[in-house]
């Protein structure tokens, strides 16, 4: 129930007072608090209670003070583009705002408020967070998030007012006015309103961000969470390297659970109380045992995802499009209950272009110096500028590679200068990351030790356009941008696929026009992700100690160690099936060679060695194997896990280098033991055709098999008896020997007389457009290519098509 009068309303107004029709009244941020308040909590999405003075009471404060005439003075002998004369400028308008007293009738107001909330809480002074909200009168959509100040845990009434006044101030800070000059916003048309809300004790549990949309490749369909322990502020201003999951929200919708990725950060410290302490807040270490777990449990991990989806359908109704959105979140350390502190417009992935497509390419690789997470795709290189702290920034040149711990909002002038930026600290939600988003500057958060291994004046390259990894490299290193207008692309009647290697890359490759994933390998998966043997997760206990110890390393947090198999498995299976859901993403399972699994951690006590690993113990005759039976398991529980839990159904899969019709059968039966019948659930088994038995009897497989996809490098190899791992006889590997194309012919031919799908996934059609010809001229249903050969192989197989048409008519 709203506690204001009449009489204050011109001056503070009550969450349930607000909506998103009042942005030019309390800005942005707050007109968003109000709108979820009146809104979204009778939803049952929890959002503290609060009120916001409005613009009309900031400018009272100026008129009354006599600022609204000194401040145009002061703002009148700026240059933003020096970082020292903006810097003594700011300072000043800072410090006589701060000087300067609120009028009466705004800090009784204030007060007053201040107490009706106290009393809503047992009549104890209320822990509030109290945040800045600015607008533009005449601007209504100028929300300005981020530039301004929040205060957290401001307990009584003196605390308050001094926080107001320091809000106020920050509506000078340097980067604020960078800013609004960038934009060509009138500094006086600019007024704040401040956000006094009841304080979340995360202090005593977790807090983080999270956003509606995937803010690296823009991809809709996906919630990303950022979360760590104490307050939230160590997360926004990347303090820390928080935990990071992903959420896909299509079959959240349905009631499933998929959760795709759960990523671990270090989470190092925690933001908390600091009682009686002249900054209200101070850090402290986390425990190595708290480090080593999540910060957050799935069932909150996926009603944070339920919230996020609430809000962005709400928002986007009463916007009329789509409008992903930007949260911040928290969980009560006493009662448990999570709650949404702030939402505002997702305003980087949301803005961009869809017709065309760019794609950075690195030429050739140097020496890798370092490895974060990358924020956005491009490359960048230039000369390392070290800043350690606010007093360095004037000597910031342009076109430099920032390298520091991590960045704030007074650094924003700087940034947009930057070539490149490198930071120790912080994940995918931090400051660095978001304005480097907005700027369109490529960055690399979370490095670790970026400021000692890198010095001023070395010449280094980042790439952020290498999946999840941005990597900084050695040297000045050629690239090319490759720019693709994806308006005027027709589909051809051949299915165009995808080979997918890295979950990482899935989703910003489902962005290329494309009809699906022929192949996906499990290879890649296994060796990147769950980096250890099967069998050793299997048989933990009875590995020696320095195994263990190299296992526990990787499985940090799991207590069960095959399971940490399982579940690594499907999140990397999960990523890519997310991205092109729901066209159909057929993953190949397993097909290590011997050598390889023992290059697995623990590994090479449980492979054999054998003179010929590619046509040794690999592919199908593992999975039915006593030696192997289990680890395979492991395998088909994933899978299961990722279409029955998460609801990705669009899984289809495919058994590598299957030899005999008996071994497709036995396959089948050790896969039906954890429930993946083919047909039940739509689940179709597809296999590969690699084998010359599989050629030649292509209609006896097509019994047992829904589909066959030619990899063409083992075909090519059997039917030509050549190694192809060997360098002497390597000029004899073709696979567009006449041999090998007879081969292929043959089997497109059984395929179709027998009505059962036939693709390719193997190399040859995106190495060689003749080759991809003679495969659509032969009536191949799929081709499925690597990711840089989709779009040229696509306008190729479009032109050969239009040929075959006009030669038939």
């Known amino acids: 129930m709203s506690v204001a009068t009449e009489n204050t309303l011109d001056l503070v107004r009550w969450f349930d007072q607000i909506s998103m029709d009042d942005v030019a009244v309390v800005g942005g941020k707050n007109a968003s608090l109000g709108e979820m308040y009146r809104e979204l909590t009778p939803q049952g999405i929890r959002v503290p209670n609060g009120f916001a003075t409005t613009a009309h009471g900031y400018r009272v404060f100026l008129r ?53 909330l106290c009393d809503a809480h047992n009549h104890q002074l209320a822990d509030v967070a109290v945040r800045s909200s600015a607008t533009a009168e005449d601007l209504p959509d100028a929300s300005f998030a981020g530039q301004q100040e929040t205060y957290l845990n401001v307990r009584g009434q003196a605390f308050l007012l001094d926080a107001c006044r320091r809000c106020y101030a920050s509506l000078f800070t340097d980067r604020a006015i960078s800013y609004r000059y960038q934009h060509g916003y009138d500094h006086m048309q600019v007024a704040l309103s401040i956000g006094v809300q009841k304080m979340v004790r995360s202090d005593l549990a977790t807090s983080g961000v999270m956003f509606s949309i995937d803010t690296e490749s823009g991809f809709r369909d996906a919630v990303l969470i950022n979360a760590a322990y104490g307050l939230g502020e160590n997360v926004v201003q990347g303090s820390v390297n928080p935990d990071e999951y992903y959420v896909f929200k299509p079959t959240l919708r349905q009631g499933r659970r998929p959760i795709l990725k759960k990523s671990l950060g270090s989470k190092s410290m925690k933001l908390v109380y600091d009682v009686g302490g002249s900054k209200m807040t101070k850090n402290i270490p986390v425990t190595p045992e708290q480090s080593a777990k999540y910060a957050i449990s799935d069932d909150d991990i996926l009603q944070l995802a ?45 803005r961009r272009s869809v017709s065309t497509l760019e794609r950075f390419h690195l030429k050739e690789r140097g020496k890798l110096l370092l490895t974060g997470r990358s924020i956005g795709e491009k490359i960048a290189s230039g000369p390392v500028r070290l800043i350690r702290d606010v007093h360095e920034l004037a000597m910031f040149q342009s076109g430099e590679i920032l390298v520091t711990d991590k960045t704030d909002p007074d650094w924003e002038p700087i940034m947009k200068r930057a070539a490149g930026i490198v930071t120790n600290r912080g994940g995918r939600t931090c400051h660095a990351a978001i304005v480097s988003r907005e700027l369109g500057v490529p960055a690399i958060v979370g490095t670790g030790n970026a400021t000692d291994e890198l010095r001023c004046g070395d010449l280094v390259t980042i790439s952020c356009a290498e999946g999840d990894a941005g990597n900084v490299y050695e040297g000045i290193l050629p690239f090319e941008v490759e720019t693709i207008d994806l308006g005027t692309l027709r589909r051809p009647k051949t299915k165009i696929m995808m080979n997918v290697a890295s979950p990482d890359e899935a989703f910003a490759f489902s962005m290329i026009p494309q009809d699906g ?33 190299e296992i526990e390393k990787v499985t940090r947090g799991y207590g069960d160690k095959p399971q940490f198999y399982v579940d690594k498995l499907a999140e990397g299976i999960a990523m890519i099936c ?12 397993s097909d290590f060679k011997t050598n390889e699994y023992a290059g697995l ?9 054998e003179a010929n690993p590619m046509i040794g113990f690999r592919g199908a005759s593992r999975y039915y194997h006593p030696r192997y039976q289990e680890a395979f398991g492991l395998e088909c529980r ?64 097509a019994e047992i098999f829904d589909g066959f996809s030619i990899g ?35 089997v497109i031919r059984s395929a179709k007389a027998s009505g059962t799908k036939i693709g390719i996934c193997g190399q040859a059609p995106s190495d060689y457009p003749d080759f991809a010809q003679f495969l659509v001229e032969e009536g191949i249903d799929s081709i499925s290519l690597t990711p840089d050969a989709v779009l040229k192989t696509t306008m190729h197989v479009l032109h050969v098509e239009d040929d075959l048409v006009a030669s038939s008519s």
Not at 601 to 609: A, L, Q, S, Y
């Open 517 to 549: 994933v022929g192949l996906a390998r499990e290879e890649f998966i296994i060796s990147n992700y769950v980096k250890i043997h099967p069998q050793a997760l299997l048989c933990f206990d009875d590995l020696d100690e320095v195994t263990r110890a």
């Open 712 to 746: 063409s490098n083992d075909l090519t190899q059997l039917t030509l008896g050549v190694d192809r791992d060997s360098e002497i006889v390597a000029h004899v590997f073709n696979e567009r020997d006449e041999a090998v194309k007879r081969m292929i012919r043959s």
């Open 601 to 609: 951690i623990g590994g090479r006590g449980f492979e054999p060695t």
């Open 306 to 350: 339920r919230w996020a989806c609430a809000i962005e359908e709400h928002y986007s109704t009463r916007k009329g499009s789509h409008c992903p959105m930007d949260m911040e979140w928290a969980k009560d350390g006493n009662t448990g209950e999570l709650f949404i502190v702030q939402a505002r417009p997702e305003t980087v992935q949301s």
């Open 578 to 589: 997310a991205a092109f859901y729901p066209k159909e993403v057929i993953v190949r399972l």
């Open 64 to 116: 009354e003070s006599g600022l609204d005439k000194e401040i145009p003075e002061i703002l009148s002998g700026i240059d933003v583009e020096d970082v020292g004369n903006l810097q003594h400028h700011a300072m000043i308008i800072r410090h006589m705002i701060l000087d300067a007293p609120l009028p009466d009738s705004l800090s009784h107001s204030i007060v007053t408020a201040y107490h009706h």
């Open 638 to 701: 994933a899978v299961q896990k990722v279409r029955q839990e998460m609801g990705l159904v669009n899984l289809k899969l495919m058994i590598p280098f299957c030899r005999t019709i008996e071994e497709g059968q036995l396959v089948q039966q050790e896969m039906a033991k954890y429930g993946l019948v083919r047909g039940q659930d739509g689940l179709e088994i597809y296999v590969m055709c690699e084998i010359p038995s599989n050629v030649i009897l292509a209609d006896q497989f």
